[in-house]
């Protein structure tokens, strides 16, 4: 196949299976500016399908860079009324968001961490009605991957600039089963191949997990009553399916808020909104991270625990195969969308109220009390490799392996 | 000089003379994606210059035509409340706007013209306030040009599309004085000169202009009292001066809404956002247009004058010499803003407040009842070729040639 019929696939296979784009829908596309031409094709197809319209947020990751470089705090805490109300405005008509992954991983390094922090907290702050709907799937949203040279160039720093792009556009096609005949139905025998996972940790009722590694990971995490693992497919307020991420290789619940107990350290680096942090731990203590360092990142990783009490607690356990697709690619490609789904991963931050049974429907104080988290952020973070072992316990004492050098034995 | 060099010159020239942004503005850019590096470089001269914030409003002419292929006319009446504040939360905020123009000329050739027409309604009516506030120049703004491939094929069909973009940026560095040494002096005495020229149009308090034509353009228009001649450097609310249009030829002012009698041919196509009006002549009575044909476009300036009452009389009169900078380069640019300032020209539509003398300080009904014309839209076109020929009246009915074969005589 040619690049351009495949990433016509891919761009097929986003519409129509991650966003289920439906006569009617409204899609929202959230992209860098040098993805325009992929943007178009993806547009195209929404409109065949029957979307009544298509939105685009532009972004371009240099002038993101420069604006951090030159304008002041104050700009960046001001949030304008309009910019909120057009979110809200698109999540009020349940519009479909698409948001297109891949920049400079190392993007923000050289700006000041301070800046980074106070403009998180501002959007996120300004956003949080509309993220937490977001989260609460009531609509559908897929985060997908498109290759642009800035980040392809450090992924592949050995290649052209050419050759790097075009390798990484091979992976993203590769990992996301679109360079095979009929990628839907390929993603429909793997949807039910995690939907059977799932199925297995939820019908065992764990009452708690233990992940240990060669690495030092030494983690209990105790589950909340009811917990639900989801994997690859999500259903929307409307009852519609869509899938999150594409790729995704995860089965995901979360952790009780106050239960995690240990330590636990990194073993892919973090790619935090463009500044990189590695060869970090976390100490937990009833679910608070009490003690923590990072070689690489340090501040940037202390900013994200300080942004509220809900960022030192977590709010997500994935399990991922070290025996998978994007995994066995051995390939680093420090951004989440990827990492996290080549490896065991936990999130500080908010839960996604799915992962309780019947979440969707409760209120935030009932998600609480059940053990959910929340916050202003969700980060996930890479914890697997392969050493990794990982128990679980029911509720009657039963201690049942389920991962063992890094793979499921289950 | 180099073609980064001459970007840059350009890029300044914009930047500290068109917009002349000062510390703590704000500036919003308006552009095509594909013209992202050029936006940086403004944006980055604009920071050093002590810009507090740069806002970027990113178009794409492939997506807006695709959209207009797809969404329903109800979806293009329909222009959402926080697309209106974000453009008066600017206006309020006294931002300099700079639009950077250059599109396909057919971009909407096989487009319904209707929708076109919804669409452009639907978005004046919205943003009348603010194009009402820009127009009276109550802060600063900016039209220069930016070479993309689709605009470049359609000036130059027998290069390639590199050759074509290389040409067409080296017509913009040149039409805009910006590959000389000083690119900012040569605008000082460029000014200099346009003011000489209107100077002397606003001293003869002519009463009545006539222009003929060999084509059969044969046109009187009256001029409102105390009209103001002006060109070239604008002035806003804050008294800071500005070029609202890179490159500039032209004087301008306002005829008499009432008292425009005669026929008119125009010597240029219309780029009419994205649809091309030609071989059209437009005849009038008592200031109205009354009759009208297009060999190319008809529908196009049929919906046009159909607007509203304004956009069936004339807001502007600009004389601009047939021996001048953009005209010798005998290139079509099928693009207002160069083809403008090549050419006499009218325009159908408002009037700017600022060619009555102290019109930036009357209400809407002080300036209707001097003459000036209200519209949505204000569209320039071309009349004027080495064939032209203009006389003014004075009050005390001596005729003074000033244009003879289409130069000033004056």
Redesign the interface.
Known sequence: MKFKEKLYKYSELIIKKGLNIKEGDILVIRSQ??N?DF??IL??IA?KEG????K?N?R?E??SK??Y????ED?LKDI????V??QN?YMDKKAKFLSLTGEDPNLFKDIDSEKLKISMIANSTALKSFSDKMMNNETSWCVAGAAVSSWAKVVFPDLSEDEAVDKLWDLIFYTSRTDSEDPVKEWEKHISDLKKRSAFLNESKFALFEIKSDNGTDLKLKMPKNYFFAGAEDTNAAGETFIANIPTEEVFSMPHKLGVDGIVYNTKPLNLNGSIVDDFFLKFADGKVVDFHAEVGYEVLKNLLDTDEGAKRLGEIAFVPYDSPISNTNVMFYNTLYDENASCHLALGKAYPSSIKGGDKLSAEELEALGANDSLVHVDFMIGDKSTNIWGYTEDGEKIQIFKDGNFII
């Open positions: 500016v040098k325009i943007v178009n547009a195209e409109f979307a009544s319209d298509v685009i532009f371009d240099n002038f420069l604006r470089e030159y304008v002041s700009v304008p009324q309009h910019f109300d057009e405005y």
